[in-house]
């Protein structure tokens, strides 16, 4: 079986971007592929965070990949500090990686320009390196990601590749090991639609954990009246009818793709039903198809948060069996870069 791995950041709740980007597709993936799905709480902490929230937050981060329908008969659950690998392989891989491949790194840029130079940490900017261990430490023939994502993975390729070259093949054997290649080179893997969900307020600019304002998502969690509140503010346009890929109507393809995503019809039958449409119509279609998907999760999410001893056994199953398979890999590389071994 080919392997995927994934994982969201608990840097706040989880929203229909995380959802339709990332965790609504491991459902179907689980069935075909050996999955390994973690949350990355090391990610989470590479911007000002609140440290009181980050475990409740990594816990409910792991409620809701089981209520939208992680299978953990199939799937590995864990968290990724759980794994020491993964930090370890961080620092062996930023021996390799040029400080350029990071500098040119577009989230880096954004989310540095928005915190201000005194609250930009070391970590933010090394940030791709930690996601590289988390792919390549497990082998993964495929990661994934929403559009957000594609350049890090990019990176991640290149950084296998590299290492590969420096240290892998007859290098390795000589120095005792198997020789051959060390890491995989894993395939990016973009959902045709849901890759990119937008804000709520702002048809331009992608639905964020980070944002400021609570307006511009839908978060899992989201109560009824909540949704119906957020979807009534919500930006809209003052053309006549809905239409799909109008650069002018950045909102209403961004509230059309949604709806079409949750209530699983067709872009062809969400765009015909919605061409004569007004918005306030459309809104209420909207909401409801949203909290008609949203609560089955919800429900889901209540009954695996009311027994904590189970998510306990989730997680430390995960970490065991991810464990196993990460550290044959640091190993590799361990002895492939020259350490002495124990
Ligand atoms: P943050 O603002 O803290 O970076 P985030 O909302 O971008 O949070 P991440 O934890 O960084 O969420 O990303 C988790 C997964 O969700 C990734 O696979 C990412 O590609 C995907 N994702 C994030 N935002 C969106 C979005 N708006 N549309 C589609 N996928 C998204
Ligand atoms: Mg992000």
């Not at 040119?104 to 590289?132: C, H, W």
């Not at 056994?313 to 970490?319: I, M, P, Q, S």
Request: some cysteine; charged content about 25%.
């Amino acid at each position: 079986k080919k392997r995927i791995v994934s994982g969201v950041q608990p840097t706040g709740s989880i929203h229909l971007g995380n959802y339709l980007g990332a965790i609504k597709n491991w459902i179907s993936l689980q069935n075909s592929y050996d999955t390994l799905f973690f949350i990355v709480d090391l990610h989470a902490i590479t911007l000002p965070y609140d440290a009181q929230q980050l475990s409740k937050a990594t816990r409910d981060t792991a409620a809701i990949y089981l209520a939208c329908g992680v299978d953990t008969s199939k799937a590995s659950v864990f968290v990724q500090s759980h794994v020491r690998a993964h930090v370890e392989l961080m620092w062996l891989l930023s021996s390799a990686t040029p400080i350029g491949w990071l500098n040119r790194m577009i989230q880096f840029k954004e989310k540095s320009r928005k915190a201000g130079d005194e609250n930009v940490a070391v970590a933010l900017l090394t940030y791709p390196v930690l996601m590289a261990s988390d792919i390549l430490l497990y082998q993964s023939d495929f990661v994934p990601v929403g559009e957000d994502q594609k350049q890090h993975l990019e990176l991640t390729r290149e950084l296998a590749e590299r290492v590969n070259f420096l240290y892998g093949g007859r290098k390795w054997k000589k120095l005792g090991g198997r020789g051959g290649t060390i890491f995989k080179v894993p395939e990016p893997l973009i959902p045709p639609t849901g890759a990119r969900v937008m804000s709520l307020t702002d048809g331009l600019s992608k639905m964020s954990k980070s944002a400021p304002s609570d307006q511009s998502r839908i978060n899992l969690l989201d109560s009824k009246d909540i949704i119906a509140n957020k979807i009534k503010r919500c930006k809209t346009d003052s053309f006549i009818g809905l239409e799909f890929d109008n650069p002018e109507r950045p909102e209403s393809n961004n509230l059309l793709s949604i709806y079409q995503l949750m209530s699983g019809k067709t872009k062809e039958e969400v765009a015909q039903e919605c061409e004569n449409m007004n918005w306030g119509t459309f809104k209420i279609l909207l909401t409801d198809a949203l909290i008609d998907h949203l609560q089955p999760i919800q429900v889901r999410y209540e009954e695996i948060m009311s027994d904590s001893a189970y998510l306990d056994r989730v997680l430390a199953e995960g970490a065991t069996k991810a464990a196993d398979i990460a550290d044959a890999t640091l190993n590799n590389v361990y002895q492939a870069m020259g350490f002495l071994r124990r």
